[in-house]
């Protein structure tokens, strides 16, 4: 059986707004995440796990498990306070810091360039519906590059664009009922892509040797049974959901699948002059994705009504296209996201089958209740259990034959969730705070911590729990 690749980039991943904190200090600007309402007995995102301070102890940590690699994110709030603006030094400082922290350990730096924080100020002059914002970006990505090029070889344009798109509500990134703003978001979608095309295209030219790709979240849609429109459904939802996305950051142009359905439904976005080449002019050097289960979906075309509840994970539905379903094979976790580590290989598999770039997995994780035991333990079996089975399903892909750079579970340490708190927990080390008491925020080694030391150290061959 083949190998992980020797130089395998072992991690993982968390993003600025949900674990750092210090939400306003050092000049920060506001994001909209820092403004979100947020659900009735979940925490803002103020303190986080206050990984602003704490820093270098948290990567001391991710040293001790022998990381290859950190995935996080860059607040654009601190680089920039009001998005388009004066440079902040020191939002400049903070990170540097970071980097070197991370390159004192030999942990190569990945990272992503927004994550789900778009500056509150931006915001209020239309965010990404207002084309400025694309020139914003792209100032934002030369400060980025410049400050950081000679020292960050991994770079990830936007996380889940897919999701702020199709989940906007859930994740805090779009005001009001998806119905009502489709035509806007698919216009966003629209400039979001052209930004995330100029920033490729300008790292390449900046930095020589730099590689960069988009992160948007990749699931394999099953069909709920072999009846043709359940296929057709399938095919719907996979082009909405994935394709749209992918096509357009490798090949640069928009899925057929995907552009029909937003002509049927009346929200194809308006194309300026020049924006078809500015989207096929650019190349990622790979594709990073984010994984947590697969989707399933039946024939939506008649009975079903659109519902717009739902997250990154649960699929509903859109009526005429597809309508989200249950898959009887799979268990659920306790947050009811369905588990699937075959379906990561599949998801894996028909990725790189599609496009031919190598990959990165930039999530996959368990959320989970965890408690502190009366001898100070986190004994998350489940979660290595999750984990072993995806890296174990992941090495069988690489036996397939698909190229992968790198594995980066989410999280690195707990952190808040996108809208359901604390106590979703991701972690391999462990945060000592609840939802509305910071305590001592002390970092604790779970025993996932351990188990995934090992597996590191042996490069994914040792992957036993011992129990
Ligand atoms: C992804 C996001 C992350 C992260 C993760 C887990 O969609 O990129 O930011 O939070 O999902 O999701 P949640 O926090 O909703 O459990």
Redesign the pocket.
């Known amino acids: 059986m083949k190998q992980f690749k020797q130089d395998f980039l072992w991690g993982a991943s968390t ?1 600025a707004y ?1 674990v750092e904190g210090a939400y306003g200090e050092d000049d920060k600007g506001l994001s909209v995440q820092d403004v979100k309402a947020v659900l009735p007995g979940t925490p803002d995102f103020k303190v986080a796990s206050d990984h602003y301070h704490h820093f270098k102890e948290d990567i001391a940590l991710m040293a001790e498990m022998g990381f290859k690699t950190y995935r996080f994110s860059i607040a654009w709030t601190r680089i920039i306070p009001d998005g388009d603006g004066a440079i902040n030094p020191k939002g400049i400082e903070f990170y540097s810091k970071l980097i070197d922290e991370c390159l004192k350990y030999k942990i190569e730096p990945l990272i992503t360039m927004y ?2 924080d778009l500056p509150f100020e931006l915001e209020k002059k239309g965010g990404w519906s207002n084309r400025k914002t694309i020139d914003a970006f792209l100032k934002y990505a030369k400060v980025l590059f410049e400050e950081f090029g000679t020292r960050v070889k991994y770079w990830l344009t936007i ?2 664009e897919n ?1 702020m798109i199709l989940h906007g509500a859930a994740i805090g990134t779009v005001n009001g009922s998806a119905a009502e703003v489709q035509k806007i978001l698919y216009q966003q979608n629209h400039h979001m892509l052209i930004a995330q095309a100029l920033t490729m295209k300008l790292l390449h030219k900046m930095v020589v040797g730099a590689k960069i790709g988009p992160a948007p ?1 990749i699931s394999y849609v099953y069909p709920k049974t072999c009846k043709p429109e359940d296929i057709l459904a399938m095919q719907n939802f996979t082009a909405i959901r994935n394709w749209l996305y992918l096509d357009m950051a490798v090949y640069g142009r928009y899925n057929t699948v995907a552009w029909n359905f937003m002509e049927k439904t009346g929200i194809t976005p308006a194309i300026e002059a020049g924006d078809m080449e500015v989207l096929k002019d650019a190349k990622p050097d790979f594709i990073a994705f ?1 994984y947590y289960a697969t989707a399933t979906v039946a024939d939506g075309s008649a009975i079903f009504e659109d519902d717009e509840s739902g ?2 994970q649960i699929s509903i539905g859109m009526k005429g296209f597809y309508a989200g379903s249950k898959n009887e094979y799979l268990q659920k976790t306790q ?1 009811g996201w369905e588990v699937d580590p075959e379906g990561f290989r599949i998801t894996l598999r028909e990725i790189y089958d599609r496009y031919h770039l190598p990959l990165i997995v930039t ?1 996959n994780g368990l ?1 989970a209740y965890d408690e502190v035991n009366e001898n100070g333990e986190i004994i998350d079996d489940y979660r290595i259990e999750y984990l072993q089975k995806h890296i174990m399903q992941a090495k069988l892909a690489v036996d397939d034959g698909v190229e992968l750079l790198g594995y980066c579970p ?1 999280s690195a340490i707990d952190l808040i ?4 708190g604390f106590v ?1 927990r ?1 972690g391999f080390i462990y945060v000592n705070r609840t939802e509305d008491d910071l305590k001592d925020m002390k970092r604790l080694k779970k025993k996932s911590f351990y188990w995934y030391k090992k597996v590191i150290a042996s490069n994914g061959e040792d992957l036993t729990n011992n129990k």
Do not use: V
Not at 417 to 420: A, E, G, I, L, V
């Open positions: 993003s949900q994550h789900f996380n889940e999701m979240n984010n997250d990154q947050f999530e959320g989410w969730s996108t809208h359901q979703k991701y």
